[in-house]
T-cell receptor
Framework: AQKITQTQPGMFVQEKEAVTLDCTYDTSDQSYGLFWYKQPSSGEMIFLIYQGSYDEQNATEGRYSLNFQKARKSANLVISASQLGDSAMYFCAMRAGMNTGFQKLVFGTGTRLLVSP | EAGVTQFPSHSVIEKGQTVTLRCDPISGHDNLYWYRRVMGKEIKFLLHFVKESKQDESGMPNNRFLAERTGGTYSTLKVQPAELEDSGVYFC?????????????????FGPGTRLTVT
């Protein structure tokens, strides 16, 4: 069974600073994908970044990067130059079995990030 | 292009009543998923449709929950009769990914969710 663990219920960061949100995962599958979603107070889930298990390079999308350490089974999200609009709930998720019927996402409990001026 | 839409945005019902949630996926997306987040807990998978067929319904909590996707377009999730523990936010997501393709991310596009409160 797959499991995602986010150990930080809340994080605080000052505007313009970088912040790392932790995510560890557990799976016996060789092929899987890791996702980060952002959920602002309005409620919608916004896709941020994706990392495939066979990708050799860490994924980057603008100010978001994913620090993927396969041996440690961690997929931490790094947000550089935090902005006030980054204040939100952040969810790490995993999808196992890239070419099978198992397309469901398994989520962690989330980390609430608060960016202060 | 319109995103995933869900209706209603918020529903308050009494225990024992019936509620039907609706999800309209992105046009052309064969895959449709339902998830639920109970207060303070992780978002949990409920079920997955491929077109009108249920691909995986392993996350459905019990037989009080019934999901349909007639014609492979919109989907409904009915809770009958509702219980207090059914309260939470119900998310719908869709994706275009097809098995065996080289789609790299299989990103699922989420709707804004329906907040269900059972009193």
């Amino acid at each position: 069974a797959q499991k995602i663990t986010q150990t930080q219920p809340g994080m605080f960061v000052q505007e313009k600073e970088a912040v790392t949100l932790d995510c560890t995962y557990d799976t016996s599958d060789q092929s899987y994908g890791l996702f980060w979603y952002k959920q602002p107070s309005s409620g919608e889930m916004i896709f941020l970044i994706y990392q495939g298990s066979y990708d050799e390079q860490n994924a980057t999308e603008g100010r978001y990067s994913l620090n993927f350490q396969k041996a440690r089974k961690s997929a931490n999200l790094v947000i550089s130059a935090s902005q006030l609009g980054d204040s939100a709930m952040y969810f790490c998720a995993m999808r196992a079995g890239m070419n099978t019927g198992f397309q469901k996402l398994v989520f962690g409990t989330g980390t609430r990030l608060l960016v202060s001026p | 292009e319109a995103g995933v839409t869900q209706f209603p945005s918020h529903s308050v019902i009494e225990k024992g009543q019936t509620v039907t949630l609706r999800c309209d996926p992105i046009s052309g997306h064969d895959n449709l998923y339902w998830y639920r987040r109970v207060m303070g807990k992780e978002i949990k998978f409920l079920l997955h449709f491929v077109k009108e067929s249920k691909q995986d319904e392993s996350g459905m909590p019990n037989n009080r929950f019934l999901a349909e996707r007639t014609g492979g377009t919109y989907s409904t999730l009915k809770v009958q009769p509702a219980e207090l523990e059914d309260s939470g936010v119900y998310f719908c997501a869709s994706s275009p990914g097809r098995l065996g393709t080289l789609s790299s991310s299989y990103e699922q596009y989420f709707g804004p969710g329906t907040r269900l409160t059972v009193t």
